[in-house]
């Protein structure tokens, strides 16, 4: 029964089986039948996560999932339960501190969605009972009511849609809440209801819905209604998408729809598809699973070391039982086993402050705070749309700085998804004229071009295709009327840009498209005469198919039909002799970038129609596998068609798409663009957009390399052996450092297509080559590009998961702007959506989203950059302040006789990670810019510096480790050498062990707190205000906590403890030489890379750039400036990059032929 109410009333279960029946305004279908009420979920929604009631143990279950969470917990409760030498308050405090900040932010989160939630769900909504109408809250709508919605209005739940006030019964909405599309969809009321179109008429209606369960895809309904008529047989009529209003779409244009509720609440669509994303883990936090392990084992050792060296200490009977501390009979009857387990646990608390427990909380507000920047980049937002960047998860900021794979898709992404129809041939013939689809009714560039002329017939049947074979509505102020409408205030309306391009490419040759009245469509021919085509069946466009139909019925009784498609989709349907003298057509213009659809027509006779009505109408009254039906029956309609001609329509080049993509191979990316158009069309633009070079040699797996179908498999066998020895011929094996490099003397590219990737893998059952995919991947890793065209969406994701799991587990992003790339957004490590003409799905399912194509570089290049150094140097900075931390406790216990006595106060344990200490290294974490963002833009190549995790790997952990132990070994030998003479002042009074630990421990926080201030690049006032304010806050707190007898503490060791240290010339001068030798190998590294940048700046680089101004242009470096590369401890140097292997003539030259043909058009500017 729990199980039933969870799958019930839970979103996100997809594999829902069975139908419903739904009962049109809870009416029994004959007056003799009792109705009984039936049970479907009600119209709530709820988004939160948390109640009142389960939010403290559901919060608390989840925090302390967290390894580090739960350590401390643990760590607490010994100090709780076991006798240890520190409060249970100094681990609980901080602990506590964590959970609640995070349990706060997370709770508002929650409370943000619940209010959302509640503002929906109050919502009014009008439901028309007994002929008249009632209001209500939106959240009780049940299924089966009857819902008028009005003008602008969003609808409340999944509808049927019914009736609505125009006569056509269409109604117009848009779905930018649900897939981001702001473009008017028309939707259908049924055939038999449309006419219902009040309160009375429509309570009057008696019917029954038959429909699917709730199923999360937008795009797919599958249903049937039975309306019942007194003494007349029931009428069933199929229901598709276009007959339902998803919730969360607004109606426009229309005054107003009556619908039936068939989902509501949770059941609906919009909510089925809020299931969460599979959580994305960036390699950064592996890097902090890694470092916390060898913390974790440094802790374990200590603690090792002490319990076994202080029962070597106690094997004298003098040190285990001196005179003045005499052991108790317990102590003495406890088993030595016991005691030194005891003993183990005190010691690990006393040392558990080297796990940084609040580096977890600093982190995710670092991620949270920094996500704010990349939404607030001015730059990144683009006047067209009024929208700028858009961060859906700031879990993966930091993976930004590692990508070393970019998938894209080309149309919408790389191109503007804006068409321009640029010319058609007929039979043969070429068209050419200049259609614009952004310009409203374009204007014609020129005269009409003609080359050669088809029969007159042949060109009008061609150009009535065009009018009407498609989806496009058409919005219009004043209604049709003949010729006398003015033409000025139409608007096409299409889901398909190049639909638009199309009908309005017709316009131009004569035929115009003037829209649908009721049902049928209306042409203006040449000679100005109105045509009626009724539109009998639509075999809509998908992808598998590839291609579009329609049958329609002309004023003289023939029925027709026409096609459009991909060429390699309907070449196959036509005849043979046909193909010939089009197919030239469709590759030149292929050839060219453009792209191209064929069309063919066909004529049926009456028998023919008959036949096919009857299985389409059949088809489309099945409630299972309706769709596999009809893909079958319009399979069969798409036979033996007859070529017409085809059209050619540019999609433009993004602006600034070839720069970007040059930008980022320079910084060591590789890009491989994965497309469903044909090769040609994707090769031409891949070499505008310069992911080819014209030196680039391209290596092709295509189905035409192939040869004939007996031995495909042989062939791709040779092919795949060919290259793969062309290739390690010029990689040998011991240039694996180049593996990102850009100064490589021959660059390969790869082309394949969507049928050779499917043989490479799934190769056949019997074929002996199991290993195509392996050395496919290895062709692939050592080409610079790689064009993937006639790509299904699923095969783009398996190309970026083949590539994903290969060897070094490299890091992919894939961007993409329809739905069709979902798949590889969701598949790759960061997934960026374009907020494009296709819609919104891929923005909505991306890790981030842009307006454009260009705006990935400053994503990349500066954000990505900045955000991997600022995240790597927290974490970094948080183990060595810790070591530096918690080693000179370490030592004293070699002084105390292993006795656990601690060296800080209980409020300097608790406080040096809450409120000294945390500030600071959040504000740098946000705020550093160590390369100002322009030359981080403009030099791509220092992406290549923090490449592979640069600051994260073993080596600089290795030296900030060594740095804290060897600054905890100053701190705690330097007040030692101090104490030799304890008396510090002048009166011979003399200092204790809490005056040493005081000494000990502000000396700590001047050093670690001024190191981040040497590392500070770029100051602001906020980073002076943590900085110092951090400082002056330790020095009033430590004056404040000892100046007062606290009456809840049993000892006041703290007492004037501050106050006396700092009266000592002594101690002032021990604190000031102790922070200066500390710092002191860092202040020589930065004078050491101060001269190194100084002689990097005269290098002969330099004045290659002087003498090649095309390419210090080309390189985005300004002419006269000098180029710096600003050095980083923690970079990867030079020597171990990627010029290191080749003379600097070699790669100046290497260089020069990448851009050659650029440099004499940069010196002619």
């Known amino acids: 029964m729990f199980r039933w109410s969870i799958n019930r009333f839970c979103a996100g279960e997809e594999k829902r089986v069975g139908t419903r029946t739904v009962f049109v305004g809870h009416r029994p279908v004959s007056e003799t039948d009792a109705y009984v009420e039936q049970k479907f979920c009600d119209n709530r929604i709820v988004s939160s996560k948390y109640t009142v009631w389960n939010f403290l143990p559901k919060n608390l279950f989840e925090q302390f999932r967290r390894i580090a969470n739960f350590y401390f917990l643990i760590i607490f409760l010994v100090q709780v339960i076991v006798d240890t030498p520190t409060s249970p308050v100094t681990s609980g405090l901080p602990l506590f501190f964590v959970i609640i900040v995070t349990a706060i932010k997370q709770g508002y989160e929650d409370w943000l969605r619940h209010r959302a939630d509640k503002e929906v769900n109050k919502s009014s909504v009008f439901i028309v009972e007994n002929a008249k109408q009632v209001k209500k809250h939106s959240e009780k709508i049940k299924v089966g009511d009857i819902v008028e919605v009005k003008a602008d209005e969003t609808f409340p739940c999944d509808l049927i849609f019914l009736a609505s006030s125009n006569d056509d019964g269409i109604c117009y909405v848009t779905t930018a809440s649900l897939d981001g599309e702001s473009n008017f969809k028309t939707h259908y009321a049924v055939r038999d209801t449309t006419g219902l179109r009040t309160d009375d008429d429509i309570d009057s209606l008696t019917a029954t819905i038959e429909c699917e369960q709730p199923q999360p895809d937008l795009y797919k309904f599958v249903g049937r209604i039975n309306i019942y008529r007194s003494n007349q047989e029931p009428v069933a009529r199929s ?15 229309t005054k107003k729809i009556y619908g039936v509720a068939v989902y509501t609440g949770m059941e609906t669509k919009m909510a089925l598809n809020y299931q969460g994303k599979s959580q994305k883990r960036s390699a950064v936090e592996k890097s902090i699973n890694a470092f916390l392990i060898v913390y974790l084992c440094i802790l374990v050792s200590k603690a090792t070391v002490c319990t076994t060296l202080k029962y070597i200490w106690q094997s004298n009977p003098f040190n285990d039982e001196p005179w003045y501390n005499q052991k108790t009979i317990k102590e003495r009857d406890t088993f030595q086993i016991l005691r030194m387990f005891t003993d183990f646990l005190s010691f690990m608390v006393l040392f558990n402050f080297i796990i940084p427990v609040s580096m977890y909380v600093t982190v995710e507000m670092q991620k949270f705070l920094g996500s704010f920047f990349i939404a ?59 259609i614009s689809e952004v310009d409203g009714f374009s204007h014609t560039d020129g005269p009409l071009k003609y080359y050669g002329k088809a029969e007159k017939c042949r060109e009008e049947l061609f150009l009535r295709a065009l009018c009407l074979c498609h989806t496009v509505q058409i919005k219009e102020g004043d209604n049709v009327d003949g010729l006398r409408v003015n033409q000025e205030r139409w608007t096409y309306i299409s889901s398909s840009p190049d639909e638009i391009a199309l009908v309005k490419g017709a316009k131009k040759y004569g035929f115009t498209f003037l829209g649908h009245e009721a049902d049928y469509m209306k042409v203006q021919n040449q000679k100005n005469e109105i045509e009626k085509y009724q539109l009998l069946h639509v075999l809509n466009f998908d992808p598998v198919r590839r291609r579009m139909s329609v049958v329609v019925k002309t004023s003289t009784g023939k029925f027709l039909l026409f096609c459009k498609g991909a060429d390699s989709s309907i070449f196959p349907r036509v005849q043979r002799d046909e193909i010939q003298q089009t197919k030239v057509h469709v590759e030149r213009n292929a050839m060219d970038g453009y792209r191209t659809l064929c069309v063919a027509f066909k004529e049926l006779t009456q028998e023919d129609y008959k036949k096919i009505n009857d299985q389409l109408s059949e088809a489309k009254m099945a409630l299972q596998d309706r769709e596999e039906k009809m893909a079958r029956i319009f399979d069969d309609i798409e036979a033996d068609m007859h070529l017409i001609g085809a059209t050619a329509v540019e999609d433009r080049l993004q602006e600034h798409a070839a720069e970007t993509i040059e930008a980022l191979q320079t910084a060591g990316m590789k890009v491989w663009v994965l497309t469903g158009d044909k090769m040609e069309t994707a090769k031409s633009t891949c070499y505008a957009s310069r992911l080819f070079q014209t030196n680039t040699e391209l ?22 052996l060919e290259y793969h020895k062309k290739l390690l011929q010029d990689f040998p094996q011991n240039s694996g450092k180049l593996k990102r490099s850009w100064t490589v003397s021959q660059e390969y590219g790869l082309i394949i297509d969507g049928s050779t990737l499917s043989l490479i893998l799934n190769p056949s059952q019997d074929s002996s080559s199991s290993n195509y995919k392996s050395i496919f991947l290895q062709i692939c890793l050592k080409c610079t590009s790689v064009l993937c065209c006639r790509m299904a969406p699923l095969q783009k994701a398996q190309i970026v998961r083949m590539v994903k799991n290969s060897k070094g587990n490299p890091i992919t992003l894939s961007i993409g702007d329809g739905a069709n790339d979902v798949s590889m957004i969701l598949e790759a490590h960061v997934g960026i959506g374009i907020k494009g003409k296709e819609g919104r799905q891929a923005a909505r399912n991306s890790d981030y989203a842009v307006p454009k194509f260009k705006h990935l570089r400053k994503l990349l290049l500066a954000h990505g950059h900045l955000y991997y150094v600022r995240i790597a140097h927290l974490v970094q900075y948080f183990f060595y302040k810790n070591l530096c931390f918690i080693l000179p406790q370490f030592l004293y216990q070699f002084f105390c006789g292993f006795s656990q006595q601690p060296l800080y106060d209980a409020a300097y344990l608790t406080m040096y990670n809450i409120c000294f200490t945390s500030l600071p290294i959040l504000a740098y974490s946000l705020l550093e810019q160590h390369i100002n963002i322009e030359t981080l833009t403009s030099d791509p190549r220092l992406y290549m510096k923090i490449s592979d995790n640069a600051m994260l790997q073993w080596k600089p952990f290795l030296y900030w480790t060594c740095l804290g132990a060897f600054e905890g070994l100053v701190f705690f030998f330097g007040v030692y050498f101090l104490f030799q003479n304890s008396s510090l002042e002048d009166n011979g009074k003399v200092f204790g062990n809490w005056t040493f630990g005081t000494i000990v421990f502000t000396v700590l926080v001047f050093t670690v707190t001024l190191k981040l201030a040497l590392d500070t690049r770029f100051w602001t006032w906020m980073n002076h205000f943590v900085i110092w304010g951090s400082l002056a806050f330790y020095v009033f707190f430590s004056f404040f906590w000892g100046g007062i007898i606290w009456p809840f503490l049993k000892q006041q060791r703290m007492y004037f403890v501050f106050a006396h240290m700092v009266t000592s010339v002594s ?10 030798i500390s710092l002191f190998p860092e202040i020589l590294l930065v004078v050491f890379k101060n001269a190194k940048r100084k002689n990097y700046q005269e290098h002969p680089l330099s004045s290659c750039s002087l003498k090649l101004p095309a390419i210090t242009v080309f390189l985005g470096m300004n002419k006269t400036v000098p180029f710096n590369l600003p050095m980083l401890l923690s970079y990867k140097s030079m020597e171990n990059g990627y010029t290191s292997e080749m003379k600097l003539e070699d790669a100046v030259t290497n260089l020069t032929q990448r851009c050659h043909l650029r440099i004499p058009q940069m010196q002619q500017l």
């Open 376 to 434: 607030w980049d001015k730059e990144m937002y683009d006047e067209e749309i009024k929208e700028g960047a858009l961060v859906n998860t700031s879990d993966l900021n930091e993976e930004l700085g590692q990508v070393e794979y970019v998938f894209t898709d080309k149309t919408g992404t790389l191109t503007e998804n804006s068409m321009k129809f640029i010319e058609c041939c007929i039979d043969g013939h070429k068209y050419k004229a200049g």
């Open 699 to 720: 290596l092709e797996l295509t189905t035409k390399m192939m040869g004939d179908s007996d031995r495909k498999e042989e062939r791709l066998h040779e092919l795949l």
């Open 1067 to 1076: 101690t002032w001068l021990a604190i000031v030489l102790l922070i200066f």
């Open 239 to 253: 229901l598709g998408p276009e007959n339902l209003l998803l919730k969360g779409s607004t109606l426009k244009n």
